[in-house]
């Protein structure tokens, strides 16, 4: 750290699991250097987030051109130059962004040219080929990683301390009374999240299909998880089981109420989303669903992988599939069976310390 830090402006714009990922940089400072007064500049979407945190004093919003923001119009490109121009006059000691792409990086430069922290990925990281990485030279004081620092939660962790807050960058999420939300699960309920933004990052709902029956049939309770517009189509594909069995509901309410539920479960399973994010955040033990990414990049800390086929030629793509359409399309999770997934969810007694990590596909 270059000097003393009072005032802190933490650039996030991109999406929901991401600004999970960086509410652990507020938790570090939480812990840390708790006089330090943080303010962050979002998506209007994620806001209520970051509002909620007990240790960040304002909250602005504004599009960005990055991540899922498409269209990016120019009422949008008006109203950020704005937001830019004010953050710049509040003189801030230091602004951060979490993935040091270079739009990002430009953005704190313009703010704070003297005190523009970021991340500077190894070369080859995959974070390099999910983002348009730029020159270090935008950034006054870049944070160089590693070459073994894979997972973007660890790398949090060097952000902060570069910032001078050398504690855990574990996130928290709060509500909006302030407090923690934490695991409070409900006996053998477990959560089956099973949206994602992207096709290539879904398993086909006729496997969750099939699990959610194995686990009814077992005993378990289970809650379905989708966002509010996949209602029908989840509603659709599980109707016999919805239609048939008292101890299955379906919830494709808001992310508010979302948090809230999910926080009752004794198990989360999910694919590469917010969901697995949130979570993990809430202190629900998980199982990730990874297809098409590298997962230990992404997954939060103690949370078992069950990975698709890793041998496909075209693996890793990064979310940005190059598979023709046709029964090959998506085959990385696509080619998960029922039976491994199944697997070690009755290897759980729902305990995150008691679950096996890393499971390979069969295949290998």
Not at 284 to 290: A, G, R
């Amino acid at each position: 750290m270059a000097s003393k830090i009072n005032t802190l402006l933490l650039l996030h714009w991109r999406n929901f699991g991401d600004a999970v990922i960086g509410l652990g940089l507020v938790e570090a400072f939480r812990a840390a250097q708790p006089q330090v007064q943080i303010d962050v500049l979002t998506r209007p979407q994620t806001a209520f987030l970051y509002q909620n945190h007990p240790s960040v004093r304002s909250v602005y919003t504004a599009s960005f051109p990055v991540g899922t923001v498409q269209p990016f119009t120019v009422r949008d490109g008006l109203r950020l130059a704005a937001e830019l121009l004010r953050a710049r006059r509040r003189r801030y000691d230091a602004v951060a962004n979490l993935f040091g792409d270079v739009r990002e990086n430009a953005a704190g430069r313009l703010i704070c040219p003297r005190g523009n922290y970021s991340l500077v990925w190894p070369e080859g990281h995959p974070v390099r080929m999910q983002s348009r990485i730029g020159p270090a030279s935008l950034l006054s004081h870049p944070v160089v990683l590693p070459q073994r620092v894979q997972s973007v939660y660890e790398a949090m962790g060097h952000l902060s301390a570069a910032l001078g807050a050398n504690a855990p960058a574990t996130p928290c999420i709060y509500g909006p009374d302030k407090q923690p939300m934490r695991s409070r699960p409900i006996t053998n309920r477990i959560g089956l999240h099973v949206s994602a933004g992207q096709e290539c990052r879904r398993w086909p709902l006729d496997r969750w299909r099939e699990l959610a029956a194995r686990l009814l049939d077992e005993g378990s309770e289970l809650r379905i998880y989708c966002a509010p517009g996949e209602r029908t189509v989840v509603a659709s594909g599980f109707a016999p089981l919805l239609a048939s069995a008292g101890r299955i509901e379906l919830v494709a309410r808001s992310i508010e109420d979302f948090l809230r539920d999910a926080a009752t479960c004794g198990l989360f399973i999910g694919l590469d989303s917010f969901g697995i994010h949130a979570a993990a955040a809430l202190g629900v033990p998980c199982i990730l669903v990874n297809g098409a990414n590298v997962a230990e990049v992404w997954a939060p800390p103690g949370t078992v992988i069950l990975h698709g086929d890793e041998a496909l030629s075209c693996f890793p793509c990064y979310n940005k599939p190059t598979c023709a359409p046709g029964s090959g399309q998506y085959a990385c999770i696509r080619s998960v069976p029922v039976d491994a997934l199944h697997r070690l969810v009755r290897l759980s007694p729902l305990s995150r310390d008691a679950l096996p990590h890393n499971e390979p596909h069969p295949a290998r």
